[in-house]
């Protein structure tokens, strides 16, 4: 009898041993989900920020391209702006698919 204690003892301790384990696996799991969200996110940010400073200086560029071509001091920005203003009107009439696009591309890097 004292026997059989001893192995039902030592199963009790196995499975709390398993279950503490497998808690510690997930656990380190998420970190590294987590962690890859973060990087992917502040990767993203920080080619958004230089791609917007490369945005910027061509637009400006263009605009007073346009500006010499059109022999105006303002007309080349205010046609790069009417670009920009039709740019934004059409991601906002397609504003939900780009979110939905934008949502399932970070919900498929998380489980990478």
Do not use: C, P, W
Not at 2 to 29: F, V
Not at 66 to 89: K, Q, T
Request: aromatic residues 10%; hydrophobic residues 55%; proline residues 0%.
């Amino acid at each position: 009898m004292a026997e059989t204690n001893e192995h039902l003892d030592e199963i009790k301790n196995l499975a709390t041993d398993y279950a503490e384990t497998k808690i510690e696996l997930i656990k380190i799991e998420l970190i590294e989900k987590i962690a890859r969200v973060v990087g992917t996110i502040f990767t993203l940010f920080i080619l958004f920020m230089v791609l917007s400073f490369v945005l910027i200086a061509l637009s400006v560029l263009a605009g007073a391209l346009l500006n010499h071509l059109l022999n105006s001091s303002y007309l080349g920005y205010l046609i790069v702006a009417a670009v920009y203003l039709l740019e934004f009107i059409l991601l906002m009439n397609q504003r939900k698919k780009v979110v939905e696009y934008l949502m399932s591309h970070i919900i498929k890097s998380m489980y990478e």
